[in-house]
């Protein structure tokens, strides 16, 4: 009994699971034929428009063939091969009779108002004479068109005219016509197509009037009423954008598909109404033939079928997934991004290479966890797909990066896209419950239209790269965009980066000094030290170039204690000679007073050279005291209690204040030269640089003017009482042999 319920269900849910199946393939049958039928019907459009098109060009060659012909017969008449007068007297017969001209005639601009007849001319052929439709064709050749007439009777004949313009001395002399009959194009409708296909065309002038057709009695009655009905609601009709135009015409409650191309003449159309079956698309055979086909194998192979498209159609999805996407988010992988950029026609716009990193998107990862993390990177790739156009694509870069492709007509519209973009990614926090703001930043490099048919997407992608490091660590959105000045910039440092050590271990920075006056006494009482490094060949690079990489690549360090070494074998050479020495100033970074053996190092290098720690003044900038006031302070001291000088350089330039005077223990200011530089603007300057050094002066400190540079501003610096003055009043920075020669000896 439990065996039967089991056999029961299994039937059951077999059964089901047959019919789920059975209704999914009768459904995906429906879908297959109407989808053919929709194939088919495309087919059969883009099939007769073929047609007509093969038609049109015919009609096409045939006039242009005859105004060739016309038109060489003018210039052999310019050429003086043939003379106007033979044209008129008709002794010019070879032309009508082995072409398919009726008739050639030459008409002078000034015919319209007399006669110009030969012996030999039929009068019958006089501009005077002619039909209205002829003259206006050769009104329009006197006017420097070729031209064609409209449809004319003659000789019982329906003909038309071309007309030519002919010159004599590069000026419009006169006109070279050429009457053909109708029945020339006739034997064009009544031909079949390179297929071997033949239809029923119509030649419909612009009023929707028959002209000819393929066979007379197929166009009257309701073919010829069709057509009229067509006409008669031109609006839709020439509403339609393609070449060859199509409107359905409803007719005793039946549509009648009617197409339309024109021959570029004379507003002349070529028109075929599809009722009678004539055309059949190429594929026709075929999707009735497939059609039946599935019909056989649709329950001949019903389980089969559904089983292997199953798992075809997901082992297929699963390659392609792996192949050219990213598994997460569902964008293009690095690969096929660049497989698709390169299949672009990119020379017609912009187009900016975008690559988007988040900040601190470890932080996310460590703190959230990597499910918020994934989830962050899949809503950024759907705000980033959903802002794509046309032609433009999206991938993932890297772990935490996305790139794309992107037009726009200049950078302030790419720039509010982006900003946009990012606004948007910004806003997924709040879509995720997370109070965590993201930000992000972007590198852009940008290839302007008409530059070079394929993107250098490898070239493009190295520089949006070199613009998102640009960027520096920080916590808010930023754009930078590519540019070459910062790309060599940033290729000169690596270079600097590259030789310094060495350049270290050769000597290449040298010692030069700027000397400091004493305002009281004259004299030259001291000294700052400044480096220059100057290379193998004799270049010079200024510190302008490498002192501030050096601050941030920790090489400051050494170079600063190479200065002081430099200094003090300068110092021990003047004593060993007998000279007196002066304090000289060196700068120094701020990470040297953080490190534990900093005072050690000065000690040893002044013991080695025997210099009184005196002569040595430590130059340190005014914003380490916004750092860590107290862990200065206390190195300063040590170095003091030690007998070196402390001077803050560049003492009112940013960070400093009067608080600077009570809580750091200083032995000199140097005041910036900006100081100097204001107090020709007011009072207030003056007074300002006035009280600094009063109250310096009262705390015992010392103090020195930078940027000294007229005598005026040497008074002003003496009448304040300021000790010290430095600038090029004195003298520039100079060589250490140059300053001994100078000042020492």
Not at 189 to 195: C, H, P, R, V, Y
Not at 273 to 290: F, K
Not at 569 to 581: D, F, S, T
Not at 679 to 694: A, D, F, P, W
């Amino acid at each position: 009994m439990l065996n039967d319920r089991k056999i029961k269900k299994k039937l059951v849910r077999y059964t089901i699971f047959f019919v789920i199946i059975s209704t999914i393939l009768v459904i995906s049958a429906l879908c297959v034929v109407y989808v053919s039928r929709k194939a088919e019907n495309n087919s059969h459009v883009a099939y007769v428009n073929a047609i007509l098109g093969e038609y049109k060009l015919h009609f096409s060659e045939k006039i242009q063939s005859d105004f060739n012909t016309l038109i060489a017969v003018s210039d052999m008449i310019e050429q003086d091969y043939i003379s106007k007068e033979d044209i008129i007297n008709d002794v010019l017969t070879y032309f009508p009779i082995h072409s398919e001209f009726n008739k050639i005639g030459y008409y002078s601009t000034d015919a319209e108002y007399k006669i110009i007849t030969g012996e030999k001319s039929n009068i019958k052929y006089e501009f005077s004479n002619r039909p209205e439709e002829e003259k206006q064709t050769i009104r329009s050749a006197w006017q420097g068109e070729k031209a064609v007439s409209e449809i004319y009777i003659e000789d019982g004949k329906e003909m038309i005219c071309y007309a030519v313009p002919t010159y004599e001395d590069n000026n419009i002399d006169g006109a070279l016509t050429a009457n053909i009959c109708l029945d020339k194009f006739v034997n064009i409708i009544n031909s079949q197509t390179l297929d071997g296909i033949k239809v029923n065309i119509a030649w419909v002038n612009r009023d929707g009037d028959i002209i000819k057709s393929s066979e007379e009695d197929v166009f009257e009655g309701k073919r010829a009423y069709i057509i009229e009905s067509a006409w008669s609601n031109k609006a839709d009709f020439y509403s339609t954008s393609p070449a060859v135009k199509k409107i359905d015409v409803v007719l005793d409650k039946n549509t009648y598909p009617l197409y339309r191309i024109e021959i570029g003449q004379n507003d002349w159309s070529l028109v075929y109404i599809d009722s009678a079956g004539e055309v059949t698309s190429p594929v026709y055979s075929a999707i009735v033939m497939l059609i039946v086909i599935f019909g056989f194998l649709m329950i001949f192979c019903l389980i089969v079928m559904s089983y292997t498209f199953r798992y075809i159609k997901r082992d297929k999805k699963t390659i392609l997934s792996l192949a050219d996407y990213d598994q997460l988010t569902q964008v293009y992988n690095i690969g096929e991004f660049i497989n698709q950029v390169q299949e672009l026609d990119c020379n017609s716009a912009d187009y900016y290479i975008v690559i988007l990193n988040f900040r601190h998107f470890q932080y996310i990862n460590n703190i959230f966890g990597r499910t918020i993390a994934d989830k962050i990177l899949v809503e950024t790739a759907n705000i980033l797909m959903s802002n794509l156009s046309e032609d433009e694509l999206v991938c993932r870069y890297r772990s935490d990066e996305f790139c794309m492709l992107l037009q726009a007509k200049d950078k302030q519209t790419l720039e509010k896209r982006i900003l946009n973009i990012i606004n948007n990614i910004s806003n997924i926090s709040a879509k995720l419950q997370n109070e965590y703001n993201i930000k992000v930043y972007c590198g852009i490099s940008i290839r302007q239209a008409g530059s070079q048919k394929a993107l250098p997407i490898s070239d493009m992608l190295n520089e949006a790269e070199f613009a998102l490091k640009t960027i520096k660590q920080g916590y808010e959105n930023e754009i930078a965009f590519y540019a070459s000045s910062v790309k060599e910039k940033k290729i000169f440092q690596n270079e600097i980066e590259n030789c310094m050590e060495q350049a270290l271990e050769n000597n290449e920075f040298k010692l030069f000094l700027q000397p400091k006056k004493n305002l009281s006494t004259n004299e030259i009482i001291g000294a700052e030290a400044l480096v220059r490094w100057i290379r193998p060949d004799g270049k010079m690079i200024f510190p302008n170039d490498f002192i501030p990489l050096f601050e941030s690549n920790g090489f400051c360090v050494s170079l600063d204690l190479y200065m002081v070494e430099k200094v003090c074998a300068l110092q021990r050479k003047w004593l060993e000679q007998g000279k007196k020495i002066i304090p000289i100033s060196i700068n120094q970074s701020k990470l040297l007073f953080y490190r534990k053996d900093y005072i050690k190092k000065l000690c040893n290098i002044t013991e080695k050279y025997g210099i009184d720690n005196k002569y040595i003044v430590l130059e340190i900038l005014e914003g380490l005291v916004a750092e860590n006031i107290e862990t200065l302070n206390n190195t300063i001291i040590a170095l003091r209690e030690k007998g070196f000088q402390i001077s803050m350089d560049d003492f009112g330039s940013g960070y400093s204040s009067l608080n600077t005077f009570t809580n750091i223990e200083l032995d000199e200011i140097k005041l910036d030269k900006e100081f100097l530089r204001s107090i020709h603007t007011g009072k207030k300057q003056k007074q300002m640089m006035e009280n600094i050094i009063s109250i310096a002066n009262g705390f015992g400190i010392r103090t020195v003017t930078e940027g000294v540079e007229t005598q005026t501003q040497e008074a002003f610096l003496k009448s304040i009482n300021c000790d010290y003055a430095q600038g090029y009043l004195y003298s520039k920075p100079i060589s250490a042999d140059e300053f001994e020669s100078k000042y020492i000896n």
